[in-house]
C-alpha cells in the first residue's frame, strides 16, 4: 500500500483539515529522508499543517515517525534513565546543575543539547567555556562513559532523528516554525530517541521565551505531555516566566561559573530553586512515587555533602575537560573589558527585560544571529539589581563583560534601555507551575 502514497493527497487531506493515518506519516518521513519527495512539497504540507493542525493521535504518529527516521538509544533495563528539554531562554543554565545532581542521585541522566542562536543561549556554547570540554562524543565512548559515571552532557547526535532535523531546516525558512504540533513533535522526538523512560519538560513564557503568554506555554506543554505519555514513558512539566533573564548572568563562561555556585549551595535564589524543583520531580517520576518534598531533601543534601559538585568534575574530566574549574570557577576565562552599567536616577526596579539584556550580550560576541557565526564564551552580562531593588543614581545594575572598547559601550546602552526604574516598587514575576 506504501507504494501508492504520494505527496499530493497528502497536502490536499490537511488543506481540507483531515487526518493523516501513522502509515502516512511514517512514509512521509522515510521518503523525506530518503530524498523521494522534493522539498517544495514537503514545504507545502508544513504550510497546511500550520494553518490547520492536528490531531493528538496524528502528532503522536508524528513523534513516532520521526523517532523512527534514525538511531535509537537503548539502555540496560535497570537504569533509571531521565531527560530534560528546556523550550530556550535567557540564562538557563539549569541543565549544567542538573545533570551531576541528579547522576550523583543515582540516576542515568543523557543530556543532548544544542547551540544557541538569537537571543537563546545554548548548553553546548555554555559547556565550550571550560578549557578542553568534548562535545562531540563517538557512540561507543558516550555508552562507556555514562556505564562509568551515570551521565553525559552531549552534543545533538546527526544519527537521531534526521526526519526531524531536515524538517526544522524547511519550517526554518517557511515560516512554519510556530506550529504547536510541529513544536511538540519535533521536541519529543529527540526524547524519546535518546531512550529516556522520565521526562521532565521547562516550558518558558514572556520576553524571553517563544512562547509570549501563560496560556500558549501550557497548550504547549501539553501537547508534549500527551505525545510522551502516549509513548509510554512518564512525563511532567512545569511552567516558568521568562521576563527576566535566569538567574543574574547571560554569556557563557558567567552561566557556567553560576550553575557551578548551585552546586555549592550557592547562586541565585530563582536558578537554585528552578533546578531543585526540575530535579526532586524527575527524581521523583523515576522512582515512581509522588514525593516531591522528599525528592528535594535528597537531592539538598547530596549539594550539601559536596556530591553532585564532586559528579560534575567526573562529567568534565570524562569529557576532557579542566576539572579544576569547580573547585574556582573564576579560573574560567573572562573577558578584558568591564564596564559598570550604573543607573541613570533614583527609585524602584520595575522591570529587567529578559530579552534585552539578551541583546545586549549578543552585541558582546556572546550568541549568534546566523548558525556558524563564532562566538566568544568570555563575553556577557552580570546583573547586579533585580525587579523590586530600591537603587539611586549611580548604583550599580550590571557588569558588562566585554572583548573591546566599542563592544563594551554598545551594550551599556542596550542595558540601559533594559533596565526600567520608576517611583513605585513592583513585584517580580510569579514562581514556576506544574503541570502534570
Not at 518521513?29 to 523521494?36: Q, T, Y
Not at 539502555?75 to 523550550?87: A, C, F, G, M, Q
Not at 570557577?329 to 573589558?337: C, I, M, S
Request: negative net charge.
Amino acid at each position: 500500500m506504501t507504494g501508492s502514497l504520494s505527496m499530493l493527497p497528502l497536502i490536499e487531506a490537511k488543506k481540507r483539515a483531515e487526518a493523516h493515518s501513522a502509515e502516512e506519516l511514517a512514509w512521509l518521513c522515510r521518503s523525506f529522508v530518503a530524498h523521494e519527495v522534493p522539498d517544495y512539497q514537503v514545504a507545502a504540507w508544513l504550510m497546511a499543517v500550520r494553518w490547520q493542525g492536528m490531531t493528538e493521535s496524528e502528532t503522536l504518529a508524528l513523534t513516532q515517525a520521526l523517532v523512527a527516521s534514525g538511531e535509537v538509544l537503548e539502555w540496560p533495563r535497570d537504569l533509571r534513565v531521565v531527560d530534560k528539554h528546556s523550550t530556550g531562554g535567557v540564562g538557563d543554565k539549569t541543565s549544567i546543575a542538573l545533570v551531576p545532581l541528579l547522576a550523583a542521585a543515582g540516576l542515568t541522566f543523557v543530556k543532548m543539547s544544542g547551540r544557541g542562536l538569537g537571543h537563546t543561549g545554548g548548553t553546548i556554547d555554555k559547556l565550550e567555556a571550560i578549557p578542553g570540554f568534548q562535545t562531540d562524543l563517538e557512540p561507543d565512548r558516550l555508552k562507556r562513559q555514562v556505564e562509568e559515571i551515570g551521565c553525559a552532557l552531549v552534543a545533538q547526535s546527526p544519527t537521531l532523528v534526521p526526519a526531524d532535523g531536515l524538517l526544522y531546516a524547511l519550517r526554518d525558512v517557511t515560516s512554519t516554525v510556530d506550529s504547536l504540533p510541529l513544536i511538540a513533535s519535533s521536541v519529543m522526538s529527540k526524547k524519546l530517541a535518546s531512550g529516556a523512560a522520565s521526562i521532565i519538560l521547562d516550558v518558558k513564557y514572556g520576553s524571553g521565551a517563544f512562547m509570549s503568554t501563560e496560556g500558549e506555554a501550557e497548550e504547549l506543554a501539553r501537547a508534549m505531555i500527551a505525545i510522551g505519555r502516549g509513548a509510554g514513558r512518564r512525563v511532567s512539566a512545569l511552567l516558568s516566566p521568562m521576563s527576566e533573564p535566569l538567574g543574574m548572568t547571560v554569556g557563557n563562561s558567567l552561566e557556567v561559573q553560576e550553575a557551578i555556585e548551585v552546586l555549592h549551595g550557592g547562586g541565585p535564589d530563582d536558578l537554585r530553586e528552578l533546578t531543585l524543583e526540575l530535579g526532586s520531580r524527575l527524581y521523583a517520576m523515576a522512582h515512581g512515587h509522588p514525593h516531591i518534598a522528599a525528592a528535594s531533601q535528597t537531592l539538598q543534601s547530596l549539594i550539601d555533602s559536596g556530591a553532585a559538585a564532586d559528579k560534575l568534575e567526573q562529567l568534565i574530566a570524562a569529557q576532557g575537560g579542566d576539572a579544576s574549574v569547580v573547585g574556582n570557577p573564576a579560573a574560567l576565562a573572562q573577558a578584558p573589558v568591564v564596564r559598570t552599567v550604573a543607573a541613570e536616577q533614583g527609585g524602584w526596579v520595575t522591570g529587567v527585560d529578559a530579552r534585552g539584556v539578551a541583546d545586549a550580550a549578543l552585541l558582546l560576541g556572546a550568541g549568534r544571529v546566523r548558525k556558524g557565526d563564532a562566538i566568544d564564551t568570555r563575553t556577557g552580562v552580570r546583573l547586579l539589581a533585580r525587579t523590586g531593588a530600591a537603587v539611586e543614581r549611580g548604583t550599580p545594575l550590571a557588569e558588562i563583560y566585554a572583548a573591546a572598547e566599542g563592544a563594551a559601550a554598545e551594550a551599556v546602552r542596550k542595558l540601559l534601555s533594559s533596565v526600567t526604574v520608576g517611583e513605585e516598587q513592583a513585584r517580580r514575576a510569579p514562581a514556576h507551575r506544574a503541570i502534570d
